[in-house]
């Protein structure tokens, strides 16, 4: 053996590698790394990987179903968890439409999830119906925001869901498992829709949610161009509760950051007067506000309507008794909201109808009427007087009582109402009809806790009253 020569080297061009024999489990210390070799087309090339990154057979996620939406660019298939949790009872209350805040009216509806949205039935027969007019209200999960909530209701275990177009909805359940039963569900829904790429509507090329952002690579500008639409919707609407892998906690923060940014940057009401994005309205606002607005103590807008009144109108028939154009009258708002020039005298508001129908809007538009809240009930008072100069005296003295801008505005008003008695036998308007128009225009009671039947034949009275006793009362004939 000694003598023997050594065998030659291997020749490169052999056809069979070398043969190499794996380590012994005995021989590789526990913790330490193992080498793996590729086969032969891989030429050698070496892998390392710890234990930590080797997937046990136990940990391996189930096998996808094919389907088109488990697609992906790079032609892997992606596929998420979807939560589908049948009918169930729920308190829902929407808030907000599109951004528009709605009154809050909780109602037990019928609530079913499936795989992207929350459809919420009136009852649970309406799921199975087929009548025009059963469809539910949809909630679409995708790109919404789902949080447990204190502050929007006193009520206990309530979420709210806030969709992509802005609309906010409020669950609740009386079981505090229930309600988190369903808010796990549907912030798994929230999360798998949100991460499904989406497909542009011209071709068959999916695009990933986020391909806008940098962290998922800079889109071409001409892709730019093309979807500014899913820009905006991403930085305004895109959700605080994605889900990402490590790697991606950096962005997470990008997108927390930038939707925070959006909501503090929102500027106030106050901000967008005083640029005149949106300018002080004349219909809806407080008397006393529009007054001060205007150094006046009587609202422009009911002192030029009087004046075209008394110029054009004083002797046609059922004057303030008949309705004028809807569409006209609210045509003619729009332009004294806006602050626009308004020339009663021009040929489109030649119908004197449109005119005392816009100034009855007004009065009946006021937050706080021209009669005040807190004198409702000494106003129904005193006109149950039965001696007539005692009643004078105690009404006159509750007008003298009045705000300022709120006395001076009546005190035309009734002023200019008794020249239109004057012509009676012309405009056939008698005290009587015009307490009924004025009524329940200038006076209501803050809460309807009574008899609403009662209460207008009051406010009737009251004006009725008023209105005959007007020289009396506002000093007319010392005028």
Known sequence: AAGCKPCPPPQSSGKKPPLILPPQRSATPQG???????????????????????LQESDLPPKPVSTPNNLHPSGAVQFYEQVELKGEHLNVAKISESGKKQRKNWTL????????????????????????????????????????????????????????????????ADSSSIASKWYDAIRKTVDSSTKLPLRRSTSTEYLPRHSSLPAYGSSSPSTKQRNPVHRRSINMFSSSKLKHSASDSAD??????????????????????EKGLIKDRVFGCHLLTLCEREGTTVPRFVQICLDAVDKRGLDVDGIYRVSGNLATIQKLRFIVDQEEDLDLD?????????????????????????????????????????????????????????????????????SHLHRVLGFSRKNLMSTQGIGIVFGPTLMWPELDTGNMAVNMVYQNQIVEFILIESQEIFNLDRK
């Open 346 to 414: 021009h040929s489109q508001w030649e119908d004197v109808h449109v005119v005392t129908g816009a100034l009855k809007m007004f009065f009946r538009e006021l937050p706080e009427p021209l009669f005040p809240f807190r004198f409702f009930q000494p106003f129904v008072e005193a006109v149950k007087i039965k001696e007539s100069k005692h009643k004078v005296q105690a009404v006159k003295k509750l007008i003298q009582e009045l705000p300022k801008p709120n006395h001076d505005t009546m005190k035309l008003l009734f």
């Open 109 to 172: 509806m019928w609530s079913v999830l499936t795989s992207d949205q929350l459809l919420i039935y009136k009852d649970r027969q309406q799921e199975t119906s087929l009548k025009p007019g059963s469809k539910p209200d949809v909630v679409q999960l995708c790109g919404a925001v789902i949080e447990w909530t204190t502050e929007k209701s006193s009520r206990k275990n309530v979420f709210q869901i806030t969709t992509n177009t802005g609309s906010e909805y409020l669950l609740q």
């Open 252 to 273: 997470k923060n990008g997108v927390k950051n930038r939707l925070k940014k959006f909501i503090t940057r929102r500027p106030s009401m106050k901000t967008l007067q």
């Open 32 to 54: 330490a790394v193992q080498m793996r070799i590729k086969s032969s087309q891989s030429s050698g090339e070496r892998l390392s990987q710890s234990k930590s990154m080797v």
